[in-house]
């Protein structure tokens, strides 16, 4: 994945974010109050 942005209302949570991911890794993404 790459060049990953999200905004919310005056704030930027991503900017630009690249994420690589090869077969057989696990990852998880998590944030606050249900963002992630």
Known sequence: ???IS???PAV???DNVSLTVYPGEIHSLMGE???G
């Open 1 to 3: 994945m790459r060049g």
């Open 6 to 8: 999200k905004t919310f």
């Open 12 to 14: 930027r949570a991503l």
């Open 33 to 35: 109050n249900g963002a």
